[in-house]
């Protein structure tokens, strides 16, 4: 697909993240701006056909428009803008009095996404993707790597929706409606896979990383997760049960993060101790 050029002089910044920018069109207060960083053309292009299916299956999602790319050479994607959105996590760094209401709710919209029954033949399965990522990772042994790949086998197959990316900035809400937003990642399988991702930012990530990039501080972060994990899980299921079942899928992000570090990173393999052993 041939992207649209446009021009940044009808646009203004209003934020950024680790993959690029996203502006506010000055023109039309609907549209809104996601912008990835120079060099990348499949990911925006791809992001905007998952995040099409994704709309059209009725998961809660801003609307994706066009795939148009800057003067500067740099690609993105238009989408439908939601006025006065605000994340989960900056939400819950502003407001951590109100921890246990954003994390309850936030657990809401999680167990109805993985509920959402998806054509198989139209996504990728998540189990697939980290079959790749272990391929392609040249940090673990070939004894970690078969140990990791037996695991991951084993994982018992669902058919419904994964985020892919589960992070609480990755929801945001207003209005009275709550919607996912970043959708490159967007897969089927279990649900284990994404709730993983909100354990790794709640609890493995450094507080320096959690200041920056979800807005609060480490303990209101780990606070999120204590009442998240009820809320999704029941309040009848132990904690300690819920973190020994999830740290391992927590772990397995750690391909996803030596990918993108280049590196390997000790702080998140030691979730993955019940599978190397």
């Known amino acids: 697909m041939e992207a649209r050029r446009i021009s940044l002089d009808d646009f203004v910044l209003s934020g950024g993240g680790a993959n690029g920018e ?17 060099g990348k053309i499949d990911q925006p292009l791809s992001e905007m056909m998952l995040s099409r299916k994704v709309f059209q299956m009725g998961i809660p999602t801003p609307e994706p428009g066009e795939y148009v790319v800057t003067e500067d050479g740099r690609y993105g994607i238009l989408f439908k803008r939601i006025a006065g959105k605000k994340s989960f996590s900056r939400a819950t760094g502003e407001n951590p009095e109100d921890v246990r209401r954003y994390a309850a709710e936030f657990a809401g919209m999680c167990l109805k996404l993985h509920s959402t029954h998806v054509d198989r033949s139209q996504f990728e399965n998540v189990k697939d993707r980290y079959l790749r990522l272990l391929e392609q990772n040249p940090f673990f042994t070939a004894t970690e790597k078969d140990k990791l790949l037996r695991f991951i086998e084993d994982v018992p197959d669902e058919d419904t929706a994964i985020h892919g990316d589960l992070q609480f900035s990755n929801a945001i809400f207003a209005g009275g409606k709550s919607y996912f937003i970043d959708l490159g990642d967007f897969c089927y399988g279990n649900h284990l896979f994404d709730v993983g991702m909100v354990y790794l930012c709640c609890n493995l990530s450094p507080a320096d990383f959690i200041e920056k990039e979800f807005h609060m501080s480490k303990a209101t972060a780990v606070e999120f997760w204590k009442w998240f994990a009820p809320a999704y899980f029941g309040a ?13 899928y927590a772990g397995l992000k750690t391909l996803i993060v030596e990918r993108d570090a280049g590196c390997p990173m000790p702080q998140f393999r030691a979730a993955l101790e019940t599978i190397l052993g």
């Not at 996203?22 to 120079?38: G, I």
């Not at 904690?239 to 020994?244: D, K, M, P, V």
């Open 236 to 248: 009848d299921v132990p904690l300690a049960e819920i973190e020994e079942q999830i740290r391992p």
């Open 22 to 38: 996203s502006y506010d069109s000055k023109s039309n207060p609907s549209v809104m701006l996601k912008l990835y960083h120079p």
